[in-house]
């Protein structure tokens, strides 16, 4: 559906986005992960038409953004990173006018009124947009993008200033609209990502460091063999114990103490489930195991050793000083895994570009038809307010009994 | 195109600006009229005109100052590029609704001639054997009104450019002021000094010329004697449409920046 082919964005000397690809299929949902002044808004604004590329092409729905801009723009629906919002008019002035913007056809009401119910902001449709909350004016702006169905939705950084129940209901309308709309998200919320993303790409410095299914960076993420365990008992001997215990290949101790019991950092060999035996050891020599945690990588954890790792690769003398001392066995393991999908990216594209060229797409694909024929707001609605009626049954059984 | 013209439209009203404008326009026109026909005691209305456009220097500005500063700044200007509008239709846009806000003011102000048709008829029901007609001349009426709304339309044009190159509003209506005194007075150089004392400031007739040529108001003078001056029509045309295009190409530029 998003087709980006080595775009590149140079303001003067300064290289923003330098060469990146990816596509994203149809009723896919992309997190589009990076830090501060990456290029993300930069490709953002690209693909959305809003600036122009230096060379590469962005194509939506097999239109090129820059040949046809109108037919391609008529695709997506954008929410900047500040939104777009005419303080001095109200709410439904404000979609109105969106509406005509976009030249829809729908019945105008009807389709604003189930924006406004989808995004929550039914109750504040005649107030000024100035006069709103930041949390309300993200949502103003998160229904100008909805305005119209587009089958392509770019949201960039969609629930800044939400409250937690608000974010959770945009991640919900995110995944419900990811059954039927493209969508590329940008955010910081990592947890966000991989709560609503199909797949993540990370990148650095203009530059796509990691293309990755979120299944796969959550299975690699899971598959954990350490633990946090809280031990009652003395300390050396515990200590000893762990570490002659068969299937386990590092222990050590970390300073959280509570009453007579310590933390123990332990992990366990490749294959070995170490936590009946530890149990079992641990009730044999009278030392109660108060606590057991399995130690996940999160997926910052990875995020933040991807970048490292890439930005240790561009400047190699910078670093080195701090490479020499690994801070702990844990950095290790994640600086494993960040280079092995650093890499396997790498390799990606370089298999990609040494391909045969890419084949021109059909005649007949140029005009096929993108729009979203399902009403999907009109049914987001009805779903609520049948979910509504059926707590509200719920209830009144409740209360019968 | 249509939606960014309305909602510019409701824009100035939903602002002061609209009716600050509307408000100041039509208070000056009124009083401009008063003074200039009625007071002096003549019913020509050729010095009505020009003050009216003097006073245009300060009063587009006002109008067109917003226009795109303001949708910089607020960067509202990202949902208007991002949407399915050519940025020509999106500069029309703007620059229509600000021309019909000012269109409508000039023509509600011609009522203010209606006193002037009035104390006429009763001048001429009085002097029934006069030769020469007793009035005010409709025809010149006309052709000023026209004169004044293509003067209108290309200061507009030159108050839309320089907005889409600001971010500010106040510095656009600043510099917008600027460019119109300096497009419409060049040609006072001319009349500085006389030829007799040999004080001329201008000495070249050529440069007088061109500088005549250039003027925004020395093509003025044919409309407020009632002719339909073609040069001069499609020099104004000209102008606007010289300054809608380099509008244009700002945001196109500014998008390959």
Redesign the interface.
Known sequence: MIKISHLVKN?GNFCAVDDISFEVAKGEVVGFLGPNGAGKSTTM?MV?????STSGSVTIGGVDILDD???A??L?G?L?E?P??????TVA?YLS??Y????CTFNREKHIGEICDVVKITDVKNRLIKNLSKGYKQRVGIA?ALVGNPPVIIFDEPTIGLDPKQIIEIRNLIRTLGKEHTVILSTHILQEVQAVCDRIVIINKGKIVADELTENISRAVENTRRFNVKISGPQRDVLATLRNLPGISYAEVLAARDGDAYTYMIESEVGVDIRKKLFWTLSDKGWPMIGLEALGMSIEDIFIAVVDKTDEEKRPGLRQDRKKKPDSRRAAAEKAMASEIVEKTADDRKRSGDGEPEEEAPAGDYYEDHTVTEDTFAKMTEKAAADREERAGDGGEKKGE | MLAVYKKELRSFFINPVGFVFTGIFLTLAAFLCCFTTLKTKTYSTSNFFYYLVLSLIVLIPLLTMRSFAEERKMRTEQMLLTAPVTITGLVLGKYLASFTIFAGCLLVSCFDFVPLYIVGKAEAALNKDAITHIGPVTSQIAASVLGVLLIGAAFIAIGVFVSSLTENQLSSAIITIAVLLVMVAVNVLNTIGSDSEGTRLINSYVVRYIIDWMSILSRFSSFRYGILDWSALVYYLSLSFIFVYLTVRVYERRRWA
């Open positions: 303001y604004n959305t038409g809003y600036l122009s801009p109108l037919n723009k008529r997506i954008y900047p500040q777009p919002l005419y303080p001095d008019m002035e006018f969106a005509d913007l976009k030249g100008q």
